[in-house]
């Protein structure tokens, strides 16, 4: 490809429109161009990277017997027959408009439903089908760019089968595969357990590490353990300080409101204090109860309290339901009919503190159940670090992460409530067993790009280039230079290299950092020993230079291209 004959606008500030390292070198390089209502343009060299990722992608997944499929972007009121279409609302990648037509985030109900219709029997199955299909948020301020792109593009699959143990297998195959792509990608991922979310059984997202990363992963330290923050499992076993017990006693606090105002005044660690959280769970005032040096999760509240809305009680509502001001809440006498729930840490507590549910005052030597009760213990806070793995190897530590891949098993009651099911060997009805596999792909190239980088620009390995070769004139307005460079492009090309030919009329300092910044492997330039005949091959990614004469530059990128 000439370069005067395609579009690769580059750029030589960083974009002020551009927040990450990824789409400011992408805009930067010519890749990419964003819109200010948070979509972008793929021009021609991302198009070319993007379709070397979907390759491996394909490859991969074929291997393991999968067939591609095409599924329209609008389903017609079909989530309704499964009764989940309220449960679809605001969801990453779904939108509605006036015909209740809905763009979703998964096909996993169109796909159950077409092969509930059109196979009948066991003997059909398994099957794996999958596609390449652009996705929406709803975002209406979408952030970190890329990575958070308002139209971004998936892989999605669903494996069908007849049994839960051929279900088992063909999960772990195509974890496997993931697994492998990520590897030929160059990628270093994590597999960590996650939300299960609509309709999921068991769940798992590989996550990469990274500072940008929307969301916190909690890792052993001693294994390959890894799991979203936001749902990590809490050890339940905790020893009480080891203290007398003192008598109950209520001292004036005027000025505290905050736990660390309260252990500064009282001179305690916030582990020895209660906070108390007034919460409105689906209308109903519940009080939580965990340490003061843990934070409260309301997804783990929601999911024990089998509730679907939870979220702080207002100061209103506080002062309605427990008669004083948020700040001095606690425990003791709380109003009769308010729940009150606890974390097991709360079971170490001996001589703490907490709000006398009256302004200005507070309790200390706060002992649980002697002094007031809990109707429910459970797992309510996040985990933090430091504490224990919940697979029992080490103890957890934190890192940012971002996810680009996700597996679920589809619990079987999903099946059964869309109708899905097929005649099995003894002849009986049983429910499809179904699990599904989405990559993202847009990240993937965001979080590419980001890898594949240095101050000059981007620097593409050789399998994921959208080019193979960057051959140049150093001085176009030389003869010899630009017949020489124009033989090795038309050469080059017959030998099936992919190049990307710079015949623009620039000066070579223009056409070196261009070069840089697009970050094609090897660059070949013709210059001022063109006339013997000699050309100069860098290596884009060590910046190492060697000259050869044309005769034996064939030789020399089938070395490259055979030992990168």
Same mark, same amino acid.
């Given at each position: ?97 006036? *015909? @209740?037509?809905?763009? &979703?985030?998964?096909? /996993?109900?169109?796909?159950?439903? !077409?092969?509930?219709?059109? #196979?009948? %029997? ?113 050890? *339940? @076993?905790?020893?009480? &300080?080891?203290?007398? /017990?003192?008598?109950?006693?209520? !001292?004036?606090?005027?000025? #505290?409101? %905050? ?135 080490? %103890? ?169």
């Amino acid at each position: 490809m000439k370069q005067s004959r395609t579009l690769i606008p580059t750029m030589r500030e960083v974009p002020r429109n551009a927040e990450t390292k990824s789409c400011q070198m992408l805009m930067r390089a010519g890749y990419i161009r964003k819109h200010p209502n948070g979509t972008y343009s793929y021009l021609p060299l991302a198009k070319r990277v993007m379709q070397k990722i979907i390759q491996i992608v394909r490859e991969e997944i074929e291997k393991r017997d999968a067939i591609e499929v095409v599924l329209p972007y609008i389903h017609t009121d079909l989530p309704r027959q499964s009764g989940s279409a309220e449960s679809l609302k605001g969801h990453p990648g779904s939108a509605q408009d006036d *015909r @209740k037509d809905m763009l &979703f985030a998964s096909n /996993l109900q169109l796909m159950t439903s !077409i092969i509930s219709d059109e #196979i009948k %029997t066991y003997k059909k199955l398994p099957l794996l089908l999958y596609q390449f299909q652009n996705r929406f948020r709803s975002d209406i301020k979408p952030s970190l760019d890329l990575l958070q792109a308002r139209e971004f593009l998936v892989k999605e699959a669903y494996l069908f089968h007849n049994s839960k143990e051929g279900l088992n297998d063909g999960f772990e195959q195509m974890k496997e595969a993931y697994e492998r792509i990520f590897s030929r990608l160059g990628l270093t991922v994590d597999l960590a357990e996650a939300d299960t979310k609509i309709a999921g059984e068991e769940s798992y997202e590989f996550v990469i590490r990274t500072e940008i990363g929307q969301e916190w992963i909690a890792y052993s330290d001693q294994s390959d353990y890894a799991v979203i923050a936001e749902i990590a499992k809490v050890s *339940r @076993k905790y020893e009480p &300080f080891d203290e007398d /017990l003192k008598p109950l006693e209520k !001292i004036a606090t005027p000025s #505290i409101q %905050t736990i660390n105002d309260l252990c500064g005044f009282l001179e305690v660690d916030p582990s020895k204090c209660i906070k108390s959280l007034v919460l409105n769970v689906d209308g109903k005032i519940v009080v939580a109860l965990v340490r003061g040096d843990h934070q409260l999760n309301l997804r783990k509240i929601a999911k024990i309290l089998n509730a679907t809305n939870v979220r702080f009680a207002s100061d209103e509502e506080i002062v309605e339901n427990i008669g004083c001001p948020k700040g001095f809440i606690g425990p003791i006498k709380l109003p009769i009919d308010i729940m009150v729930i606890a974390d097991h840490g709360i079971k170490s507590i001996v001589n703490g503190a907490s709000g006398a549910n009256e302004e200005g005052y507070h309790y200390i030597n706060v002992n649980p159940n002697r002094d007031f009760a809990i109707n429910l213990y459970e797992d309510i806070r996040y985990i933090e670090e430091g504490d224990p793995s919940p697979d029992g190897h080490g %103890t957890i530590q934190l890192e940012k992460g971002i996810s680009i891949g996700r597996l679920t098993k589809i619990n079987p009651a999903y099946a059964e409530k869309m109708g899905a099911t097929i005649t099995g060997q003894d002849g009986k009805p049983i429910p499809l067993q179904i699990a599904s596999f989405q990559l993202d792909l847009t990240r993937i190239f965001a979080v590419l790009a980001e890898r594949f980088q240095d101050e000059k620009g981007l620097s593409w390995p050789k399998h994921l280039a959208p080019y193979d070769l960057h051959v140049m004139a150093a001085n176009a307005e030389d003869e010899e230079q630009h017949h020489l460079a124009e033989l090795l492009y038309n050469i080059l090309t017959t030998y099936r290299y992919d190049v990307l030919f710079d015949d623009r009329d620039e000066r070579a300092g223009v056409k070196f950092a261009d070069a840089d910044l697009i970050g094609l492997p090897i660059r070949v330039t013709a210059g001022k020993k063109a006339k013997d005949g000699i050309v100069e091959l860098k290596n884009r990614k060590t910046g190492e230079t060697v000259e050869c004469v044309k005769e034996e530059l064939i030789d020399r990128l089938n070395e490259f291209y055979r030992t990168e």
